[in-house]
């Protein structure tokens, strides 16, 4: 997504009341800053939008802290990576979801995904093999292998689908992870929609 927020946001300026908010931890507001809205990369929009008409603003994600958001209460977890990074519990009145994002095997994010009672699907990163166990290791990330030590994890089955799958190694990965034989396992798709 940062490669192409900066073209979002020359298409999506436009002088007017409404304006887009990113969401972000400290760690990942202060790189966009510093790395990406720099008027070395890109023109600084953050400042542009301070001294212009706002179209831009920068809103501080807080770990464990819930915000409202379309009817939703979404809270950020921090999870295991090697740059700081948070998964997301997405509550909505019908059913809820977990979106652990990049992450190694962590335990924060699931004790409160077991606490949520309508959680209806987990959107779990597999991004090795299992034969690359230590560059996941290395990198934060989980194979097949630690993918199935995670989903056991949770106190119910709900559907879990199986994201961030490397394309080089989708085939091995899915094979792997069809192997475990987890209940409700799913592998996600590009273009998928999917509704609780």
Do not use: C
Not at 47 to 61: D, G, M
């Amino acid at each position: 997504m940062t490669a192409t927020l900066p073209i979002f946001l020359e298409n999506a300026y436009e002088a007017k009341s409404d304006y887009v908010t990113i969401y972000g931890s400290d760690a990942v507001l202060e790189s966009l800053r510093r790395d990406i809205f720099n008027n070395r990369t890109w023109p600084d929009f953050v400042a542009l939008s301070e001294t212009t008409s706002p179209f831009l603003k920068l809103e501080r994600l807080e770990p464990g802290r819930a915000l409202e958001l379309e009817g939703l209460r979404i809270t950020p977890l921090p999870v295991d990576h090697v740059v700081p990074t948070l998964g997301f519990l997405v509550e909505g009145p019908r059913a809820s979801i977990l979106i652990p994002s990049d992450t190694a095997p962590t335990d924060l994010i699931w004790e409160h995904a077991n606490r949520v009672p309508n959680l209806a699907a987990v959107f779990l990163e597999a991004s090795f093999p299992n034969a690359m166990t230590e560059l996941a290791k290395t990198s934060k990330h989980l194979t097949p292998e630690m993918f199935g030590g995670e989903v056991r994890k949770l106190s119910r089955r709900v559907a879990v689908i199986a994201v961030h799958i490397k394309s080089r190694y989708r085939e091995q990965i899915v094979r792997e992870l069809r192997a475990l034989d987890l209940p409700n396992l799913e592998i996600g798709e590009f273009g998928t929609a999917y509704r609780w």
